[in-house]
């Protein structure tokens, strides 16, 4: 079975250039997350989804950011414009519904964003 | 909130030893989820075991056994007879029950395993 499945695996872009990674949940996931990894800060939760509608974007770490999910197969991260201090490795995660805790929240390889 | 500590930032062991990573957590909450991430240096993240608080018993999932000591509030990772391929840094994760609660990380334990 597919996993999440996310792209650019790699990007390297220019100051004030806009990003957009992408991500492809499992099928049947009801529940889509963006986290972002830092050395500093670790992973942390930015935005999730629930059938498409974003439920909690309070790690959203200002307005350069933004998500969609246009449908139960897609959703995009977008920074624009992208700055140096955005370089960090971005996960896509799925997962049936949160309801209960045996619920496994499947990660995708991660886009490896590098802002010069 | 939720918090999650993992004191040992970095752990070396021989190959077919068992090694065992630390995890605690703070929360108030009687019904929770504890889960162990492994990222490997390629970057993905892996699930490798859950472990329910209402669990009578330890998870295992193959070599990877969870020690849960609820009343203590830790959730370590046993791994038996290491290999190389287990050098990676492992994630200790919590989840709560209630609401549409989503997983906070500890920091991380770097894993190396030498032959």
């Known amino acids: 079975d597919a996993g999440v499945i996310q792209s650019p695996r790699h990007e390297v872009t220019e100051m004030g250039q806009e990003v957009t990674l992408r991500c492809k949940p499992i099928?049947?996931?009801?529940?889509l997350f963006w986290y972002r990894q830092t050395m500093m800060r670790g992973l942390e939760l930015l935005i999730y989804?629930?059938?498409?509608?974003?439920?909690?974007d309070s790690g959203m770490p200002e307005d350069r950011f933004s998500a969609k999910m246009p449908n139960a197969s897609f959703s995009t991260l977008k920074i624009q414009p992208s700055e140096p201090r955005d370089s960090a490795v971005y996960f896509c995660?799925?997962?049936?519904?949160?309801?209960?805790?045996?619920?496994?929240?499947?990660f995708g390889e991660g886009s490896w964003l590098t802002v010069v | 909130a939720q918090k999650i500590t993992q004191t040992q930032p970095g752990m070396f062991v021989q190959e077919k030893e068992a090694v065992t990573l630390d995890c605690t957590y703070d929360?108030?909450?009687?019904?929770?989820?504890l889960f162990w991430y492994k990222q490997p240096s390629s970057g993905e993240m892996i699930f490798l075991i859950y472990?329910?608080?209402?669990?009578?018993q330890n998870a295992t999932e193959g070599r990877y056994s969870l020690n849960f000591q609820k009343a203590r509030k830790s959730a370590n990772l046993v791994i038996s007879a290491s290999q190389l391929g287990d050098s990676a840094m492992y994630f200790c994760?919590?989840?709560?029950?209630?609401?549409?609660?989503?997983?906070?990380f500890g920091k991380g334990t770097m894993l190396l395993v030498s032959p």
């Open positions: 995660a799925s997962s049936f519904q949160l309801d209960s805790t045996g619920n496994t929240i499947y």
């Open positions: 099928s049947g996931h009801d529940y």
């Open positions: 989804f629930n059938n498409n509608v974003p439920i909690d």
């Open positions: 929360t108030s909450d009687q019904s929770y989820g």
């Open positions: 472990q329910g608080s209402y669990d009578e």
């Open positions: 994760a919590m989840r709560y029950d209630s609401g549409y609660s989503t997983l906070t």
